[in-house]
């Protein structure tokens, strides 16, 4: 596609539910990256994935928050357990590399209630 | 982390230059110094990157010091569209370091 494109845009959910993310990357963009924003607050990485390479994985933040990649396609993250402080938005980017520019989607605003 | 230093808020008048500093003293010799936007409600927007010399795009200028400890991103004549959060990063292992960047504020 044209774009980062990512799904749902909006979800709400209950404390205690799991939810799966889903990110469609550029065509063609080997490397992918989710990334979390908390309300008023910077960028938080979370995960990293380049081609076949075992994804990087430093940034998540409990064993809650998986995530996984098919090749070079879809990525979905998904958060087991919701808590409170998992309401954040969702950012999806890709790349031709971990030095080229990235192009991020719109998010995923997850409110966990 | 790597980790840059740019001021929380600045404000300009529609139609004006504003430069929008930042700091990376820890920048290594071959990293890339990044710019990114993020406007209301959207994901960042690439702006412009580069390495040592000056860079221009159809969005801005790039500005990178001698000693490449600090850049600062030209908006040529700032625009209300141009009101966001902008982000100075560069790639620290597999990944950037988003701060909480410089917030701008265009006055009509």
């Known amino acids: 596609g044209a774009g980062v494109s990512q799904s749902p845009s909006n979800k709400v959910t209950e404390k205690g539910k799991d939810v799966e993310l889903r990110c469609d990357p550029i065509s063609g963009h080997t490397a992918l990256y989710w990334y979390r924003q908390r309300l008023g607050q910077g960028l938080e990485f979370l995960i990293y994935?380049?081609?076949?390479?075992?994804?990087?994985k430093s940034g998540l933040p409990s064993d809650r928050f998986s995530a996984e990649r098919t090749g070079e396609s879809v990525s979905t993250l998904t958060i087991q357990r919701t808590q409170q402080e998992d309401s954040a938005v969702y950012l999806c980017?890709?790349?031709?590399?971990?030095?080229?520019?990235?192009?991020f989607g719109s998010g995923t605003r997850l409110t966990v209630v | 982390d790597a980790k840059t230093t740019q001021p929380n808020s600045m404000e300009s008048n529609e139609e004006e230059p504003v430069h929008l500093p930042c700091n990376h003293s820890t920048i290594s010799g071959t990293d890339y110094i990044h710019w990114y936007r993020q406007l209301p409600s959207q994901g960042p927007e690439y702006v412009i990157h580069g390495l040592t010399s000056n860079v221009n795009n159809r969005m801005a200028s790039l500005a990178i010091a001698e000693d490449r400890k600090s850049s600062t991103l030209i908006l040529h004549r700032a625009t209300l569209r141009d009101a966001a959060v902008y982000y100075c990063i560069f790639p620290t292992g597999n990944q950037f370091y988003f701060g909480t960047g410089t917030s701008l504020t265009v006055i009509p």
């Open positions: 994935f380049q081609g076949n390479s075992a994804p990087d």
């Open positions: 980017a890709s790349s031709l590399g971990a030095y080229f520019g990235y192009t």
